[in-house]
């Protein structure tokens, strides 16, 4: 039998709403009658002459399931069509088997429907509901997964996914991926969509495996190796003489991926890092979701890593902290004269907790730069309350790597007021490489030196 022919076969859907609401519950309709679903509106049905009570009750009865589209609209009116066809319709579901998902709320604009009693404590926000208003397209794929008996509608999504066209493939997941949870079984042909030869399509899936089955096992570590893929043909095309497809030059997949993964929580990241011990072809793509993670529940494993033996696990670690710890406005850029901001943070708590400063401080002295310069970064994203640190920050200054200099020097300003003893090291960095001497500029002009004098400044040093 054909997804359509099982189509055919079903009955018709009867939907229940306020005059007011005719116009979404059109759409609804056509929404439903678009995927091959018979729909049952008293206008368009009734045939004229026939007794109304009798026609409804029919139509009820007969009807393989029953929306009742609730409204503020529909709130208002104590005097309705509605309220007497959901009498019937109450009356029809205590005759039917609980474990039949027969009466299905609609709400058109998020208003919860009536406590009306069904039996016992059971009452119709009982029952689960489909909200219309959280997501026009969602809420439709979740009826249609409720009301499509024998599965065509993921069928055909199913069978869009092994067809040619990338077009349509794309099409396909982002239907899947409005269907949530719903559309678990569809998870390995998904997975499959992340070999595609087109990245968009390939991007889609990425999207698409979250929404249905969120952190699993199989998902992360799908997308952790198409982080690998992606970013290692990128490197080849970028480096070893070849010449890249335009489409291709950036992957965008391998980005999606990291992002998602980056907000799956503390125990998918954990999972990550594992995945990279056991298997250091994924270290790199490990590094790319670290990249981008800012949710503080990832902040004490976050903490931990910067004990990590890898130096790259350790410096993007620290470079984490200072996001998830950071001041929304910090900036790097010389023009930027922020005010020191000591005013409470929302995660002043955790911060204290977790004694993260004092564990970044540790890392100014760590034996890799890079490392050194992600604690400079973090401490002046976390600004007066690393003051504790100021000394080992000052030290930097004079760190054999320019990066960590300018690092250190750029976060000077945004901690505290820079103290006049280092005024001179200041002068000599003016110096330095083009991003330790922008640097020193701003920490210099916090110190009040207007631009003029920097100015001079830098041309005498500059000789």
């Known amino acids: 039998m054909t997804a359509n022919e099982a189509r055919a076969q079903t009955r018709h859907v009867f939907i229940s709403y306020v005059r007011e609401d005719a116009k979404t519950v059109e ?25 109304w009570a009798d026609a409804i009750r029919s139509a009820i009865e007969s009807g393989a399931f029953f929306l009742a589209c609730f409204s503020r609209q529909s709130a208002l009116k104590t005097d309705s069509y509605m309220n007497e066809e959901l009498t019937l319709a109450i009356e029809e579901l205590r005759r039917r088997p609980a ?45 249609l997964l409720a009301i499509d008996p024998n599965g065509t509608y ?23 991926a409005k269907m949530g949870a719903a559309a678990a079984q569809l998870e390995p042909k998904v997975i499959e969509q992340l070999q595609h030869e087109n990245q968009t ?74 995945s990279a011990e056991t298997e250091p072809e994924l270290l790199g793509a490990v590094l790319e979701v670290l990249a981008h993670v800012t949710d503080i529940e990832t902040a004490p494993l976050l903490v931990r890593q910067l004990s990590h033996a890898d130096p790259r696990i350790r410096a993007r670690s620290a470079h984490a902290l200072g996001r998830i710890f950071g001041h929304d406005g910090f900036s790097n850029f010389l023009r930027d004269r922020l005010p020191l901001d000591a005013s409470p943070r929302p995660h002043d708590a955790r911060l204290a907790s977790l004694d993260a400063v004092t564990v970044l401080g540790r890392a100014l002295l760590d034996p890799d730069d ?34 960590v200099r300018g690092q250190a020097v750029r976060a000077l300003p945004h901690i505290a007021a820079v103290p006049s003893r280092v005024l001179p090291r200041l002068i000599e960095l003016l110096g330095d490489e083009t991003f330790v001497a922008n640097g020193a500029a701003f920490a210099l002009s916090s110190m009040g030196i207007a631009e003029q004098e920097l100015a001079k400044l830098r041309r005498s040093t500059g000789e």
């Open 201 to 274: 399509v390939r991007r889609a899936a990425v999207g698409a495996l979250i929404a249905i089955a969120g952190a699993s096992s199989d998902v992360i570590y799908a997308l952790l190796v198409l982080i690998a893929r992606s970013w290692g043909e990128h490197h080849r095309q970028m480096f070893d003489g070849a010449r890249p497809d335009i489409s291709s030059k950036y992957p965008y997949d391998a980005d999606a991926a990291a992002r998602c993964l980056s907000k799956l929580g503390e125990g998918a990241l954990d999972s990550m890092l594992r």
């Open 370 to 403: 890079q490392v050194r310069a992600s604690a400079a970064f973090a401490l002046g994203r976390i600004g007066p309350r690393s003051a504790t640190e100021l000394d080992k920050l000052l030290t930097c200054l004079d760190d054999p790597s320019d990066f």
């Open 27 to 51: 759409e609804l309709a056509r929404a439903l009658n678009a995927r091959g679903i018979e729909t049952w509106l008293d206008r368009e049905q009734l045939k004229p002459g026939e007794y």
């Open 154 to 176: 993921l069928a055909d999504v199913e069978q869009a996914l092994e067809g040619r066209s990338a077009r349509a493939r794309i099409a396909a997941l982002d239907r899947a």
């Open 99 to 143: 474990t039949q998902g027969w009466f299905i709320p609609v709400l058109l604009d998020g208003t919860s429907a009536p406590e009306r009693s069904i039996s016992g404590r059971l009452t119709l926000r009982s029952l689960e509901w489909v909200d219309l208003a959280i997501g026009w397209d969602e809420g439709i794929a979740r009826l």
